[in-house]
């Protein structure tokens, strides 16, 4: 089964008026009021969509989020049902600050096809890399990087990996040095990171570290479309999460998660921008005019591109 093409648009759309909503709070120092707003849009605009939608990723459990939260129903409850993934707000800081990177995030997939990840932390390595055991997060970080090297025909040196700047990252980071890589080092944003690796122009070979479980599930989405590789295991730490994993039916808690694993089937994704960053630009205002920036990818009609649009405010 495939996704009707009629929906690429409606969902650009909903990331689109999401990043717009957020793009009024860019720079003022409120990283709750710019969600909200995003939040707020995003809802709103999926609600007016014929289709039976799910939330699976959202904002949090229906005890932590009034809204966009888990299986919470979307869409008029008219046509196909579908899995939905969000994150309005990808980069909070970056929008409080006015930062580069901010982003607004949605990945869809037809019911049952996305895998429903507890808001919990995730191991995650991702390359542009089709072939098995090149990358793996059983290697090491230099057998990686060695891999890496042999397959892509690049030393070392000539390689850029991408990471979270956080001390849990530390040992990572002193090995890569050691290893001669080159750096992208980033604050936040790692849907954004793992998404760097899936073309040559934006010159990052390998992204890999300890990031957001739901984020993880988003940068699927879209890391399939391009043929990319990527992996994710979950970190359950505490008894609660063990607990709410077990009942999302996760019962092997170290299993390392494939991208087929992640993502079956057919899947949308869009990611618009509310600040400019490597990947799409941020809104932009003239007059009764907003532009916009989404990168969309479709896997069955195999569209993966930056669509700018312009529309009414």
């Known amino acids: 089964m495939t996704i009707d093409t009629k929906f690429i648009d409606q969902f650009i759309n909903v990331t689109s008026k999401a990043a717009l909503a957020s793009s009024y709070l860019v720079g003022k120092k409120d990283k709750i009021a710019a969600d909200k707003a995003a939040v707020d849009s995003m809802r709103s605009e999926l609600n007016k969509i014929n289709i039976q939608g799910e939330i699976v990723i959202g904002e949090g459990e229906l005890d ?4 966009l939260y888990i ?6 409850n008219n046509g196909p049902e579908f899995d939905i993934a969000v994150d309005p707000l990808e980069g909070t800081n970056f929008a409080a600050n006015n930062l580069p990177g901010a982003l607004s995030v949605i990945a869809i997939s037809e019911k049952n096809n996305l895998f429903k990840a507890p808001e919990t932390y995730m191991e995650k390595i991702s390359a542009r890399v089709s072939e098995k055991n090149v990358i793996d997060l059983d290697f ?9 090297s042999d397959y892509l025909n690049k030393s070392p040196e000539n390689l850029t990996a991408c990471i979270l700047d956080r001390p849990r990252h530390k040992e990572i980071i002193d090995e890569l040095n050691k290893l001669k890589v080159n750096l992208k080092l980033i604050t936040d944003g790692d849907v954004s990171g793992a998404l760097l690796v899936t073309e040559e122009k934006y010159n990052v070979d390998i992204f890999l570290g300890t990031g957001g479980g739901p984020e993880g599930v988003l940068a699927a989405a879209a890391l399939d479309a391009f043929n990319c ?7 359950f730490k505490t008894e609660k999460d063990k607990a709410r994993a077990k009942k999302m039916g996760i019962n092997d808690l170290r299993k390392k998660y494939e991208l087929n694993e992640i993502v079956t089937g057919d899947s949308i994704f869009c990611a618009t921008g509310i600040t400019s960053g490597d990947l799409v630009a941020g809104i932009e205002i003239q007059g009764n005019d907003f532009f916009s920036e989404t ?6 009609s195999g569209l993966k591109k930056v669509i700018k649009l312009k529309q009414n405010l």
Do not use: D
């Not at 932590?64 to 809204?67: D, G, K, L, R, S």
């Not at 590789?229 to 970190?235: E, S």
């Not at 990168?295 to 069955?300: E, M, Q």
């Open 64 to 67: 932590e989020a009034p809204m």
């Open 71 to 76: 299986g919470e129903k979307l869409g008029t």
């Open 140 to 148: 090491t970080v230099k057998q990686n990087i060695y891999n890496l």
């Open 229 to 235: 590789n990527f992996q994710g295991r979950f970190l």
């Open 295 to 300: 990168l969309v990818t479709h896997k069955s």
